[in-house]
């Protein structure tokens, strides 16, 4: 795969990707291992909506991440694990090794059932068997359905029983900075209400007690020591099933996006060299968790995919103190690195002192992901991290769209802080009015959709045609619907401004507000609520909580408590309310809908200015609300 090498190369590039994307990305395809070659590039149709791309083509995506790097490469590390714990040795897992292994899982799994097509759910933490596990599923054609694991029993039995994962592979626990959290545990009662599982293997990690169930759980250990280091790759169709990844809804349950193996494998590649210009000998480090899809895609496919070396962090930026991160890239000598604007806001709080300790000169290029930045971080970033010397890659894209859409290409694209830039080549971003019709010209500010369809898209929601179509295909007929307000400025430099839906982002984390809520009112003493967002320093977004209990509240910091700890019961502690304010009703209209847009403007702190309000049933209400507001 060649490197776009200048902003003229970049406009051919794009010109030759909107003008004949088939050939385009058939030309990017030709850099992969086929078993086959595909009879057609694309087939697609928006209003179905169905998208097929490489029609025919056959192939296994581990083949192209391990096999055939091996002739040249089976000594390079492929992976480079570093520990929660700074004491604790780190890993060098070389190509070589991760082909035996991948194989062993893939051998281990068959010799438990599992059979091409059936899912396997993962809840592991950051640990080498994470990847094994993954790249082992995709090795027997099996759908892996990774679930981040600080997600509660209740969400991993959703997941689980949405897909009807037959096998779960977990750990005995996970180490999170000082903590340890025990995993088998929360499975343990996850799977008292997922009976699609017949086996659960669990890796040791944190070596705490736990209990096995005799003929359900397995130790991973046991299991693999005889596993073949040998596993022939099934053969796969471009179009069939490599991931499902749930991500949440504005309504309802989460949504199970579908990846296939072909065009994710050739849209993750191209995006990982192309966006970060990486080069032979690189070693990269995206800070995610591989229970997001930034894990998946640029953790382990695209690295894996071209050859490169990966960092995988099994800790947290603040342990043992917030120099973490820099004591990693001095250590290791990272030459790329991709994190979250959270957590640079987080670390630019701490005392410099903890950036100025390490040498940070390996460092080329700078990454972020996850939600809009703002001009401080990016400064910050660009100043003390980057020292003025590394170009930063805004990196915008979804779950949804499974690779990098609109970004900067590393040391091409001039750089304009919190903008994601220009769209990749294959990537035609319109963005709609509020007339519902494409907006021409620069300067223009109005909702992010996609007209054309790229390899990586999701297919569908998992077992939900209906709910994809009308979720990202229906409010604008024809086109993909990214659920970001956007602006294109004077030089069609795309900013995201953030989500228009009832989503917020809480740490660079999705989140469903109806989800929060419903968790919410799950509490007996919770009558109705209702969750919007408010800016936080660091999270980026907080969630709030407007909650009507059935009896007046004495004792108000208790019932906080309770709710958040409820919260963190069902979905897990990342949902926790941030601020809960006790009301006695919520704005609602004569029709019974709750007037959101009131309380996003009385938990931003703006109370001056809620717009019209005489369509609300009960007016007075927004003057307690006001006047309590935390
Ligand atoms: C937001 C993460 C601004 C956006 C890869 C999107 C961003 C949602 C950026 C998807 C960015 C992601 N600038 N906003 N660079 N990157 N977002 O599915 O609102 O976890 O719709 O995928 O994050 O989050 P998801």
Known sequence: MKLITDNKEYADEYLKSTTN??????EQANDFVWRKKWAAVLQWDFNTPEVKWFLGGKLNITENCIDRHLPTRANQTAILWESNDPVETSKKITYQQLYEQVCKVGNMLKANGVKKGDRVCIYMPMIPET????????????VHSVVFAGFSSGSVADRINDSGCKVLLTSDGAFRGDKSINLKSIVDEALLKSPSVE???????TKVAINMQTGRDAWWHTEMQNAPTVCEAEEMDAEDLLFILYTSGSTGKPKGMVHTCGGYMVYVGYTFKTVFQYKEGQLYWCTADVGWVTGHSYILYGPLLNGGTSLMFEGVPSWPDMGRFWQVIEKHKVNIFYTAPTAIRSLEKAPISFVEKYNLSSLQ???????PINEEAWQWYNKNIGKHNCPIVDTWWQTETGGIMISPIAGITKTKPSFATLPLPGVQPAVMGENGKEMEGNNIEGRLTIKFPWPSMARTIYGDHQRFKETYFSTFPGKYFTGDGCKRD????????GRVDDIIIVSGHNMGTAEVESAIDEHSAVCESAVVGYPHDIKGQGIYAFVVTYEPVHEETH??????????KIIGPIAKPDKIQFVSGLP????GKIMRRILRKIAEGDTTNLGDITTLLDPTVVDEIKSGAL
Do not use: H, Q
């Open 21 to 26: 994307p088939e050939s385009f990305w058939a």
């Open 365 to 371: 290029v700078l990454g972020t992901v996850g939600e």
């Open 131 to 142: 990847a094994y596990a993954i790249l082992g599923c995709a090795r027997i054609g099996a």
């Open 559 to 568: 019932l906080r408590n309770e709710i958040k700890e409820v919260v963190s």
């Open 199 to 205: 086996k659960c293997i669990v890796v040791e990690r």
């Open 588 to 591: 609602k209209t004569r029709s």
């Open 490 to 497: 004077e030089d069609g430099y795309y900013r995201i401004t």
